[in-house]
């Protein structure tokens, strides 16, 4: 073998050990794919979304937990329940639960629910303090007081209208026989709402204030306080971390990713690798310019990794 193919070997052998080293290097250190696809994302006014929920254009199903997940219409959160919409108001992570409004409401041209919210086979259940009833084609007239009119839904012959109190009504001896149909729509009331306030709203602001549901999933914190990011996948929970998935905590019972004795040890590993292939590579050469070659080469693959150093 002449000097030639014997100098083509080793540049061809020592650009293979460095390439193994910087992919090991690289590999070890990469952040799991599954745990940067699971990070907080913000839907509508800067409304942070994460697990249990997901939004389904951006993120896999398995960053949430089953039905959690939300879209983002027209910058605003929405999750579907019972075959509605509801437009997401805001979240109460540490509390489980969320503030939500009916899309009706902001969508159609007479907003109101024109059937009742069931949460059967879902994980929510309602939290809000009161509830808004509300009267169709009734044929005998409200009383004027305690109630809130729904003209698009009212003509010459028929009333629709809506209320807070049904005992009012019932003193009144109001007929709700006389009513072809009836429904309700929860609302959550804010410590700053009073009497005096809702009787100068109409019941389309009302029904916008939105309610409370509680939600029902598996909890998140521990995870969340080892570093991990809560997911759902093969029909059981998920903490994924920064190294890999684990299954209750990035903690339990493995080598933290974020001890500083795993970096160590990893720095130690990395540190041996690279010494063993001067040692060899040197003795390989018979020369004081070996070192020198080494680094060369080393620059070469970290700039030139996209052409794999060959």
Not at 166 to 185: H, I, P, R, T
Request: aromatic share 16%; with cysteine; net charge negative.
């Amino acid at each position: 073998m002449d000097l030639q193919n014997i100098f083509t070997f080793k540049t061809t052998l020592l650009r293979s050990i460095i390439i193994i080293i910087i992919t090991f290097a690289s590999h070890t250190l990469s952040l799991d794919s599954k745990f940067e696809a699971c990070a907080p994302r913000t839907c509508g006014n800067d409304l942070i979304i994460s697990y249990p929920f997901w939004i389904s254009a951006e993120q896999e199903p398995f960053c949430g937990y089953p039905n959690f997940g939300i879209t983002c219409n027209d910058k605003n959160p929405v999750l579907t329940i019972s075959h509605y919409d509801y437009i997401i108001k805001d979240i109460f992570y540490p509390n489980t639960s969320l503030l939500v409004a009916n899309s009706l409401v902001y969508e159609e041209s007479c907003q109101t629910p024109l059937q009742n919210l069931t949460l059967d086979r879902t994980p929510f259940n309602f939290s809000s303090n009161t509830d808004l009833f509300i009267w169709y084609n009734c044929t005998e007239n409200p009383p004027q007081y305690d109630t809130y009119p729904i003209n698009c839904y009212s003509n010459a012959t028929l009333h629709s209208f809506a209320g807070f109190h049904k005992d009012v009504l019932v003193e009144a001896n109001y007929s709700f026989e006389s009513c072809q149909s009836f429904a309700y729509a929860p609302v959550h009331l804010d410590n700053g709402v009073d009497l005096a306030s809702l009787g100068s709203m109409n019941y389309t602001e009302i029904l916008k204030m939105g309610f409370l549901l509680n939600w029902t999933a598996h909890s998140c914190s521990n995870c969340e306080a080892s570093g991990g990011r809560c997911g759902f996948s093969n029909n059981e929970f998920v903490c994924f971390c920064e190294d890999r998935p684990h299954l209750k905590t990035c903690d339990d019972g493995n080598s933290s990713v974020h001890s500083p004795f795993f970096f160590f040890c990893l720095f130690l590993d990395l540190v041996s690798s690279f010494l063993f292939a001067l040692l060899w590579l040197s003795i390989l050469w018979h020369n004081s310019s070996s070192i020198f070659a080494i680094l060369y080469h080393i620059v070469i693959c970290y700039y030139d990794s996209k052409m794999l150093c060959i």
